[in-house]
C-alpha cells in the first residue's frame, strides 16, 4: 500500500469552475502535508504546505488536512486555463512520500 | 529566491555508457539533496538523499554502483548513471533543502530528461 494515494484523474473543468482535488495518506506520523503543481517536462513547484489539521488559503487555492481522517484536500477557486498541470500532493517524515498526481485541464 | 538548476535539461546516449546529471542550488547552500525518478504519467520516486560531505544514502531496490551521487559542495550533488540501458530511461529531478530546513521544504530543480538508446 502506498503511504499516500492520489487519483490519477485525469480531471477537465471550464474556465471560473472549482477545482477540488483529494489525496489520502495512512502514516500516523506525518506532520505536514504538502501540494506541488509539476507542468509538463518540468520539476515541482511547491504551491503550499500545512502543518497539522486545519485550513490554509493563498489567494485562489485553499488546502485543508484533516488528521482524523487522513484525508488531505486542495481546492482552486475560479480556475484558470493556466492551471492546467498536474498536481501532486505529499506528506513527510523523514522523506517526501508523493501521491500519484493528478492531471488538470481547465478549458477556456 | 530558493533556485535550483539541473544540467543538462536533456540527454541521449547509448547504452553501455553513462552520463552525469549534475544538480546546483544557485541561491542558498543544501545541506542536502534528494535525487527522484519519475516515469511517465507516475510519481515521483526518491532514489536516494545526500548530505553534503557524506555518503548518499540510497532507498531500498535503487542500485548505488550503478547509480552514483556526489554531494562534494554546498551547491553542488551529481548524479551519474554508469553502464545505462534503456530501461534508465526517464526524468530525473533534484532537489534541495537548505540549513535548518525540515525535507518538507524542498525546492526542486526543472528535472534531466535522460534517453538511453
Known amino acids: 500500500q502506498k503511504e499516500v494515494e492520489q487519483d490519477p484523474g485525469p480531471l477537465s473543468v471550464p474556465e471560473g469552475a472549482i477545482v477540488s482535488l483529494n489525496c489520502t495518506y495512512s502514516n500516523s506520523a506525518f506532520q505536514y502535508f504538502m501540494w506541488y503543481r509539476q507542468y509538463s517536462r518540468k520539476g515541482p513547484e511547491l504551491l503550499m504546505y500545512?502543518?497539522?489539521?486545519g485550513n490554509k488559503e493563498d489567494g485562489r487555492f485553499t488546502a485543508q488536512v484533516d488528521k482524523s481522517s487522513k484525508y488531505i484536500s486542495l481546492f482552486i477557486r475560479d480556475s484558470q486555463p493556466s492551471d492546467s498541470a498536474t498536481y501532486l500532493c505529499a506528506s513527510n517524515d523523514y522523506k517526501l512520500s508523493f501521491g500519484a498526481g493528478t492531471t488538470v485541464t481547465v478549458r477556456a | 529566491g530558493a533556485v535550483v538548476s539541473q544540467h543538462p535539461s536533456w540527454v541521449i546516449c547509448k547504452s553501455g555508457t553513462s552520463v552525469k546529471i549534475e544538480c546546483r542550488s544557485l541561491d542558498f547552500q543544501a545541506t542536502t539533496m534528494f535525487w527522484y525518478r519519475q516515469f511517465p504519467k507516475q510519481s515521483l520516486m526518491l532514489m536516494a538523499t545526500?548530505?553534503?560531505?557524506?555518503?548518499?544514502?540510497?532507498e531500498q531496490g535503487v542500485e548505488k554502483d550503478k547509480f552514483l551521487i556526489n554531494h562534494a559542495s554546498l551547491t553542488l550533488s551529481t548524479l551519474t548513471v554508469t553502464s545505462a540501458h534503456p530501461e534508465d530511461s526517464s526524468f530525473y529531478i533534484c532537489?534541495?533543502?537548505?540549513?535548518?530546513?525540515?525535507?518538507?521544504?524542498?525546492?526542486f530543480g526543472p528535472g534531466t530528461r535522460l534517453t538511453v538508446t
Open positions: 500545512t502543518y497539522s489539521s
Open positions: 532537489s534541495a533543502t537548505g540549513t535548518g530546513s525540515g525535507s518538507y521544504e524542498q525546492y
Open positions: 545526500s548530505n553534503e560531505g557524506s555518503k548518499a544514502t540510497y
